[in-house]
């Protein structure tokens, strides 16, 4: 049986983190690891998204938060050849952030569950 595609969920909003869960894994049957900001984000990438047990296929980021926002996250990942062709996804309360360099897409919050589940799935298309 093949491995679903993974989806690293990063947000510092504990109910958006279990609302990525339930819609996106348990609804739509992505994996969904969630990060509650940049910094633990880009710790799972480099230790366990370098498995093939944790790779992540996606990575739906939060712009504004502390300890390491969406767009440091976007750098990070960029300047790693390791995750050459990822799909970065940024969610961001103000529009300016929809110009951050070397996003895949920009979505602006807020957004309902059929924009994040066709944004999703215009990356990592599945049969719902």
């Not at 990438?45 to 980021?61: A, H, N, P, Q, Y």
């Not at 970065?88 to 589940?117: C, Q, V, W």
Request: with cysteine.
């Amino acid at each position: 049986m093949p491995k679903e595609n993974r989806i690293l969920f990063v947000d510092d909003k504990a109910p958006l983190l279990r609302l990525a869960t339930i819609i996106l894994g348990k609804k739509c049957g992505y994996d969904v690891v969630t990060a509650d900001s940049g910094n633990a984000a880009w710790d799972y990438l480099t230790s366990k998204g370098l498995t093939s047990e944790g790779r992540i296929d996606l990575v739906f980021t939060d712009h504004d938060m502390p300890d390491g926002n969406g767009s440091e996250l976007v750098r990070r990942i960029r300047a790693d050849d390791r995750f050459m062709g990822l799909p970065l996804i940024m969610a961001s309360g103000r529009p300016e952030n929809a110009n951050t360099p070397e996003i895949t897409h920009f979505m602006e919050k807020p957004y309902n569950i059929k924009d994040l589940t066709s944004c999703v799935q215009k990356y990592l298309p599945k049969e719902l």
